[in-house]
């Protein structure tokens, strides 16, 4: 079943590509199902019956998702749905956040997916919130990683940046990252540098770097954009200093939200978090369920 054109509209306006969120909603009930058909319901709602469901959190957060969560009521065949907060509202407990009206049987075939996308995706916004609140006085972007669920990186980097985060590169192909393995296989982190620049001009440039002394030589040879690998404090106001404005740097590594002040401080132009995506608690989302 194709999206609504009402929902495809608001998917692409998220900026989110409405033919992936469409799979991704297909696969996800189709791997619910398994190839049969919800036993427990079918055996104990009759099929004429229609309900009510509403989807509330549990707890205050900032809430993503909603769009995707509606596309996967259309995919389940429910069409009469009302989305009742914007997406990256901070919402207080108890609130109702979708209203549904169909049949009991498909409103419980969507249940449970629908209810994994709110939650994942409301608890990296909440998180993400919580770490660019921690640092809004200094100036500093809160970053995201590759590391991200395989198969839904388009939608976790999307509530990074509904929490208020910025997205590192999206893929492989659309910038580059020169990591201390590059510089191995190189020969050296000049040598990656001129290599990439070379073959790809016009992409993205960011180096990885360990140490001051290859900081110096990136930014002598034009680095736009460098990576401070688990640099101490110490290390992070001397790259600072080093770079003097001719380079944007980024802190990664050994970063918490405990000393999250303590890196923004120190003048950097980022901080680049993989917990946002790989650590971030299901955000509490429930449905309750009434006749019609």
């Given at each position: 079943m194709a999206l609504s054109s009402e929902l495809t509209k608001k998917i692409i306006e998220l900026g989110l590509d409405p033919i992936y969120v469409e799979k991704v909603a297909t696969?996800?009930?189709?791997?619910?199902?398994?190839?049969?058909e919800d036993v427990t319901s079918v055996a104990t709602i009759p099929s004429e019956q229609r309900s009510i469901a509403?989807?509330?959190?549990?707890?205050?957060?900032?809430v993503a998702g909603l769009y995707i969560a509606a596309a996967v009521l259309e995919?389940?065949?429910?069409t009469s749905y009302e989305i009742l907060v914007d997406e990256g509202t901070y919402v207080h407990e108890g609130l109702t956040l979708i209203r549904a009206t169909s049949s009991t049987r498909k409103l419980l075939l969507t249940e449970r997916t629908a209810l994994n996308f709110l939650g994942r995706l409301s608890g990296i916004a909440t998180l993400t919130r919580r770490w660019v609140d921690e640092v809004s006085e200094f100036g500093v972007s809160i970053r995201d990683t590759r590391k991200t669920t395989p198969?839904?990186?388009e939608l976790e980097k999307f509530a990074v940046r509904i929490g208020g985060g910025v997205n590192h590169r999206m893929s492989l192909s659309d910038?580059?990252?020169?990591?201390?393995?590059?510089?191995?296989a190189a020969g050296g982190v000049k040598q990656a540098f001129d290599a990439v620049r070379q073959k790809y001009p016009n992409l993205p440039l960011e180096v990885e770097v360990d140490s001051l002394k290859q900081l110096k030589e990136v930014v002598?040879?034009?680095a736009e954009l460098?990576?401070?690998d688990n640099m101490s404090l110490e290390q992070c106001r001397a790259a600072v200093t080093i770079a003097a404005g001719r380079t944007k740097l980024e802190a990664s590594g050994n970063l918490t939200l405990e000393n999250a002040k303590a890196y923004a401080k120190t003048g950097v132009d980022f901080l680049a978090v993989g917990a946002l995506t790989h650590s971030a608690p299901v955000f509490d989302i429930g449905?309750?369920?009434?006749?019609?």
């Amino acid at each position: 079943m194709a999206l609504s054109s009402e929902l495809t509209k608001k998917i692409i306006e998220l900026g989110l590509d409405p033919i992936y969120v469409e799979k991704v909603a297909t696969s996800t009930i189709a791997e619910d199902l398994a190839g049969g058909e919800d036993v427990t319901s079918v055996a104990t709602i009759p099929s004429e019956q229609r309900s009510i469901a509403e989807y509330r959190n549990r707890r205050a957060g900032v809430v993503a998702g909603l769009y995707i969560a509606a596309a996967v009521l259309e995919v389940g065949g429910i069409t009469s749905y009302e989305i009742l907060v914007d997406e990256g509202t901070y919402v207080h407990e108890g609130l109702t956040l979708i209203r549904a009206t169909s049949s009991t049987r498909k409103l419980l075939l969507t249940e449970r997916t629908a209810l994994n996308f709110l939650g994942r995706l409301s608890g990296i916004a909440t998180l993400t919130r919580r770490w660019v609140d921690e640092v809004s006085e200094f100036g500093v972007s809160i970053r995201d990683t590759r590391k991200t669920t395989p198969g839904l990186r388009e939608l976790e980097k999307f509530a990074v940046r509904i929490g208020g985060g910025v997205n590192h590169r999206m893929s492989l192909s659309d910038a580059a990252l020169i990591k201390d393995n590059h510089v191995v296989a190189a020969g050296g982190v000049k040598q990656a540098f001129d290599a990439v620049r070379q073959k790809y001009p016009n992409l993205p440039l960011e180096v990885e770097v360990d140490s001051l002394k290859q900081l110096k030589e990136v930014v002598e040879a034009g680095a736009e954009l460098v990576l401070l690998d688990n640099m101490s404090l110490e290390q992070c106001r001397a790259a600072v200093t080093i770079a003097a404005g001719r380079t944007k740097l980024e802190a990664s590594g050994n970063l918490t939200l405990e000393n999250a002040k303590a890196y923004a401080k120190t003048g950097v132009d980022f901080l680049a978090v993989g917990a946002l995506t790989h650590s971030a608690p299901v955000f509490d989302i429930g449905l309750d369920l009434r006749m019609e």
